[in-house]
């Protein structure tokens, strides 16, 4: 079964710039997260989308967004890009069954974003 | 608000050494516990994991116990390879209504084998 993947896996982008990032989950899975690393800050939970709807949404501004398409794969869009944006980004997939305390979630490579 | 807290590392040990990485958590409701591991350039990858209280998780030779009364998950092996070498998480996911797979991590902590 393929994992996870995510496209692009490197990207450069200038302040004030937009980017999006892309996110295939594991075949048969639902439910789509997406977090951010940095070193200063560590894993922060973006936002979670199942069946198309955002379950939930982390603490972050306006300028992150995401969606879910009808064949689970998500893109998450970030807006008029700072410096701080500059992260690995990184996607899990799981099945997202409600109530399933043991879903796992499996993660992508990630997308390293650099921002100049 | 829930939180996991790691012990700070590095870690440096020696091959075939004994390790052991402390995570504790604060949660509401019963949790479940993980632990991911991250190689230099890579995602995370699922280590083990625990869904109730005295479950233990086990993988690769590592091992965790989720102790409910001392909020603990700490990971452990008992002897360690070059090859383990990497940066190890610890997570939880709220289990109660099961709305939600939001995962909170703790810090991180690298794990240094030499040999």
């Known amino acids: 079964k393929a994992g996870v993947t995510q496209t692009p896996r490197y990207l450069i982008k200038t302040r004030g710039q937009q980017v999006t990032l892309s996110c295939s989950p594991i075949s048969g899975h639902r439910s789509v997260s997406w977090y951010q690393q940095t070193p200063g800050q560590g894993l922060q939970f973006l936002f979670e989308?199942?069946?198309?709807?955002?379950?939930n949404k982390g603490n972050f501004p306006g300028r992150f967004s995401g969606r879910q398409f009808s064949n689970s794969r998500s893109e998450m869009n970030v807006s008029t890009l700072e410096l701080g944006d500059s992260a690995l980004y990184l996607c899990?997939?799981?099945?997202?069954?409600?109530?399933?305390?043991?879903?796992?979630?499996?993660f992508g490579p990630g997308t390293r974003l650099t921002v100049l | 608000g829930d939180s996991v807290t790691q012990m700070e590392g590095p870690v440096t040990l020696s091959e075939e050494a004994f390790l052991t990485i402390n995570c504790t958590y604060t949660a509401t409701g019963y949790p479940s516990l993980f632990w991911y591991v991250q190689y230099p350039g890579e995602g995370l990858q699922l280590l083990l994991k625990?869904?109730?209280?005295?479950d233990k998780g086990s993988n690769k030779g590592f091992e965790a116990t989720y102790r409910k009364e001392t909020t603990s998950f700490h990971l452990e092996k008992g002897s360690v390879q070059v090859s383990d070498s990497a940066v190890y998480f610890c997570a939880l996911r709220q289990g109660y209504g099961g709305a939600t797979n939001k995962l909170i991590f703790g810090t991180g902590t690298l794990l240094a084998v030499q040999p």
């Open positions: 989308y199942f069946s198309e709807t955002q379950r």
């Open positions: 899990a997939s799981s099945s997202g069954l409600a109530g399933a305390s043991t879903d796992t979630q499996y």
């Open positions: 625990a869904t109730k209280a005295d």
